[in-house]
């Protein structure tokens, strides 16, 4: 189905939806609606109810819709819920596959700040939504009493987010609704949708792809500009003005852009320091093109000289993902296991890497410098759901980035690529383009 669609509008199975020049880019509605009949063969014949994220509080606050709702239907408005109801043909009542997508009352004065929005009375909002059916929010109790009213076991096959507070008010409403003394238990709808965001389909590839690509020309810009006496910031800067100017909508993360003692800190955001001669510089930045993440880290001289101790330790980094790299077999490694003793795991193989190369200044060895994990997914979240240490197979995206943190050194490096596992079970490397050695490095500094 997604082929013929991919057919049907040339060779990109993904397209612009509206004229806008930075528009998001949407795959057509049956690959949407696909994933929905996906879940609802998960849900043992009973209903899931998913909610769409809010309009912020504060309307000027950035928004994003949520990251499963968007993964179902491609609707990027806050405040919908859809609900699907899993085909149950020998129940007390049989159920065909049903799905609604319910959509908010108005709110005109907001929309003189937010921008106008459609409803269930939309002319044409099937068609624009792709969903089979549409109808107000204020319909969705009523749905949810009409289907547990006629069977009521249904009310323990009940999957919601378990955090989204509508879902509880949603569940013991209806509980009211239908004279229950306690609402009941629902389970976790985000388990199933996490199991099917993990294995990527050719258009999620090519939005995943074009995220690496706008990464890509932001990294290069920062190593084209980076020298002593430029701030932190001013790096984070020119590369969220490169990742804007490719077609991305934001960073998928906060810019990391940590130099001397600052590369240490892994999650370093506050970019308040000037860079000086001499010091390493880690840059752990990237964007999201049409809501599909990148993530990219590169560490790069300031001076663009890796001083001898720098490189020493850039290229046991270097040399920890290539032995990762190597060691891949798809179907049988694993990634993100943190307790580094399953041969399967390329966090064992990467770790062990390290901790036999090199020495810190005391003579002893690196591992305990790396503090974190190989790698995660990649996805519509930059740390895509998964159950780790999670099996790599054809179709996931995920992330290879060891690193080694001396602060007594002002020492941090970590080396991050994007990888796709090929329907041949090979690895490609996203981010090829980047340079990865040391050497590469220093000559994309040099091209200034
Ligand atoms: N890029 C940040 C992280 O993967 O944790
Ligand atoms: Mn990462």
């Given at each position: 189905?997604?082929?013929?669609?991919?057919?049907?509008?040339?060779?990109?199975?993904?397209?612009?939806?509206?004229?806008?020049?930075?528009?998001?880019?949407?795959?057509?509605?049956?690959?949407?609606?696909?994933?929905?009949?996906?879940?609802?063969?998960?849900?043992?014949?009973?209903?899931?109810?998913?909610?769409?994220?809010?309009?912020?509080?504060?309307?000027?606050?950035?928004?994003?819709?949520?990251?499963?709702?968007?993964?179902?239907?491609?609707?990027?408005?806050?405040?919908?819920?859809?609900?699907?109801?899993?085909?149950?043909?020998?129940?007390?009542?049989?159920?065909?596959?049903?799905?609604?997508?319910?959509?908010?009352?108005?709110?005109?004065?907001?929309?003189?700040?937010?921008?106008?929005?459609?409803?269930?009375?939309?002319?044409?909002?099937?068609?624009?939504?792709?969903?089979?059916?549409?109808?107000?929010?204020?319909?969705?109790?009523?749905?949810?009493?009409?289907?547990?009213?006629?069977?009521?076991?249904?009310?323990?096959?009940?999957?919601?987010?378990?955090?989204?507070?509508?879902?509880?008010?949603?569940?013991?409403?209806?509980?009211?609704?239908?004279?229950?003394?306690?609402?009941?238990?629902?389970?976790?709808?985000?388990?199933?949708?996490?199991?099917?965001?993990?294995?990527?389909?050719?258009?999620?590839?090519?939005?995943?792809?074009?995220?690496?690509?706008?990464?890509?020309?932001?990294?290069?810009?920062?190593?084209?500009?980076?020298?002593?006496?430029?701030?932190?910031?001013?790096?984070?800067?020119?590369?969220?003005?490169?990742?804007?100017?490719?077609?991305?909508?934001?960073?998928?993360?906060?810019?990391?852009?940590?130099?001397?003692?600052?590369?240490?800190?892994?999650?370093?955001?506050?970019?308040?320091?000037?860079?000086?001669?001499?010091?390493?510089?880690?840059?752990?930045?990237?964007?999201?093109?049409?809501?599909?993440?990148?993530?990219?880290?590169?560490?790069?001289?300031?001076?663009?000289?890796f001083?001898p101790?720098q490189r020493e330790i850039y290229n046991i980094v270097l040399g920890a993902?290539q032995?990762?790299?190597?060691?891949?077999?798809?179907?049988?490694?694993?990634?993100?296991?943190?307790?580094?003793?399953?041969?399967?795991?390329?966090?064992?193989?990467?770790?062990?890497?390290?901790?036999?190369h090199g020495?810190?200044?005391?003579?002893?060895?690196?591992?305990?410098?790396?503090?974190?994990?190989?790698?995660?997914?990649?996805?519509?979240?930059?740390?895509?759901?998964?159950?780790?240490?999670?099996?790599?197979?054809?179709?996931?995206?995920?992330?290879?980035?060891?690193?080694?943190?001396?602060?007594?050194?002002?020492?941090?490096v970590?080396i991050?690529?994007?990888?796709?596992?090929?329907?041949?079970?090979?690895?490609?490397?996203?981010?090829?383009?980047?340079?990865?050695t040391a050497d590469?490095?220093?000559?994309?500094?040099?091209?200034?």
């Amino acid at each position: 189905m997604k082929f013929r669609w991919g057919l049907l509008f040339g060779l990109s199975v993904v397209w612009t939806v509206a004229s806008a020049a930075n528009a998001l880019e949407r795959q057509p509605a049956s690959v949407y609606h696909a994933r929905r009949v996906a879940l609802a063969d998960h849900l043992q014949g009973g209903i899931a109810v998913l909610f769409a994220a809010e309009e912020p509080q504060l309307d000027f606050m950035p928004y994003r819709q949520d990251s499963d709702f968007y993964y179902l239907t491609g609707w990027t408005e806050p405040g919908a819920a859809l609900m699907i109801v899993g085909d149950a043909p020998g129940a007390a009542t049989p159920r065909a596959y049903t799905e609604i997508l319910f959509l908010p009352t108005r709110d005109l004065r907001m929309e003189k700040y937010t921008g106008v929005k459609m409803d269930a009375a939309t002319p044409g909002i099937v068609q624009a939504t792709g969903v089979d059916a549409v109808e107000p929010m204020t319909e969705l109790p009523a749905e949810m009493n009409k289907l547990i009213g006629a069977d009521r076991r249904l009310a323990t096959k009940l999957w919601t987010q378990p955090l989204a507070p509508q879902a509880k008010a949603l569940v013991e409403f209806t509980a009211a609704t239908l004279g229950m003394t306690s609402a009941p238990e629902t389970k976790d709808g985000t388990d199933l949708t996490a199991q099917l965001r993990v294995e990527k389909d050719p258009g999620e590839i090519e939005l995943l792809k074009k995220a690496s690509e706008a990464s890509i020309k932001a990294q290069f810009a920062m190593m084209r500009a980076v020298k002593p006496g430029r701030t932190e910031r001013a790096i984070a800067g020119l590369m969220t003005a490169a990742w804007m100017e490719n077609g991305c909508e934001r960073p998928s993360y906060a810019p990391i852009v940590g130099s001397g003692v600052n590369s240490t800190t892994l999650h370093y955001s506050a970019n308040d320091r000037m860079m000086e001669d001499g010091d390493i510089l880690l840059v752990d930045a990237a964007c999201e093109y049409s809501m599909y993440a990148s993530d990219i880290t590169r560490t790069v001289p300031v001076n663009g000289h890796f001083t001898p101790r720098q490189r020493e330790i850039y290229n046991i980094v270097l040399g920890a993902q290539q032995a990762a790299i190597d060691a891949f077999v798809a179907g049988k490694s694993t990634i993100n296991d943190r307790d580094r003793q399953d041969p399967n795991s390329l966090d064992t193989v990467a770790y062990n890497y390290i901790n036999t190369h090199g020495k810190d200044l005391h003579g002893d060895p690196l591992g305990k410098y790396w503090l974190h994990g190989l790698g995660h997914m990649v996805g519509i979240d930059v740390h895509d759901p998964a159950a780790y240490p999670a099996v790599l197979k054809p179709g996931m995206v995920f992330t290879i980035e060891p690193g080694i943190y001396i602060p007594e050194e002002k020492l941090g490096v970590r080396i991050e690529c994007d990888f796709l596992v090929g329907e041949d079970g090979k690895l490609i490397d996203l981010d090829a383009a980047l340079p990865h050695t040391a050497d590469e490095v220093e000559a994309a500094m040099r091209a200034k």
